[in-house]
């Protein structure tokens, strides 16, 4: 029931390049809103990791991408590591600037 | 940068919790607050927000007339009063600035809701 649709789940092998997506709609992706994206390990707060669609805080590793197109948005994470596996969730707003977050999406390293 | 929550606990079905939120390490006074809370087996749910001066306020639906979100500058404190709690109402609950890249998130404390 979440505003934003992203997969439950996601899985890839170490060293492999996964993606996941993020689907809005024009009342928030596509109003022009940005997006952001969070990692959340067990037992500890949402970190960010990509804001304003594409750019990394200070500290992110570069094998984390956004974009973002029309109405939706992607998070991509290239060379797998074990230590990517948690939840990731994306963030916009709405037309009434309200936060809005994916449903979040559970990544599997195999 | 340190947020740290507290006043998390049980609660039975119908009843009250207030939950504060202490800021340090930043200047609270320049910051827009939020409350996000994550239930059990499932995802975020932005819950309020409030701006530095306390004069716009917003709430999800899912709480609007039964949790007040408020601050107090002076101690750089943020609260969120909670009533009529409901069972859907247990989870985490984070406290929050939002405001990517400066982007600060408490430990979380628990809120339970039963009988």
């Avoid at chain 1, 439950?8 to 952001?36: F, K, L, W």
Wanted: glycine fraction near 12%.
């Amino acid at each position: 029931q979440s505003v934003l649709r992203q997969p439950p789940s996601v899985s890839g092998a170490p060293g492999q390049r996964v993606t996941i997506s993020c689907a809005g709609s024009s009342s928030n992706i596509g109003a022009n809103y940005d997006v952001h994206w969070y990692q959340q390990l067990p037992g500890t707060a949402p970190k960010l990791l990509i804001y304003d669609n594409t750019k990394r805080p200070s500290g992110v590793s570069d094998r984390f991408f956004g974009s973002k197109s029309g109405t939706s948005a992607s998070l991509a994470i290239t060379g797998l590591q074990a230590e990517d596996e948690a939840d990731y969730y994306c963030q916009s707003y709405d037309s009434s600037l309200r936060v809005v977050f994916g449903g979040g999406t559970k990544l599997t390293v195999l | 940068v340190q947020l740290v929550e507290s006043g998390g606990g049980l609660v039975q079905p119908g009843g009250s919790l207030t939950l504060s939120c202490a800021a340090s390490g930043f200047t609270f006074t320049n910051f827009p607050m939020n409350w996000v809370r994550r239930a059990p087996g499932k995802g975020l749910e932005w819950i309020s927000y409030i701006s530095t001066s306390s004069r716009t306020v917003y709430y999800a639906d899912s709480v609007k007339g039964r949790f007040t979100i408020s601050r107090d500058n002076g101690k750089n404190l943020l609260f969120l009063q909670m009533n009529g709690l409901r069972g859907e109402d247990a989870a985490v609950y984070y406290c929050a600035t939002l405001a990517a890249p400066e982007d600060f998130w408490g430990q979380g404390t628990p809120v339970t809701v039963s009988s």
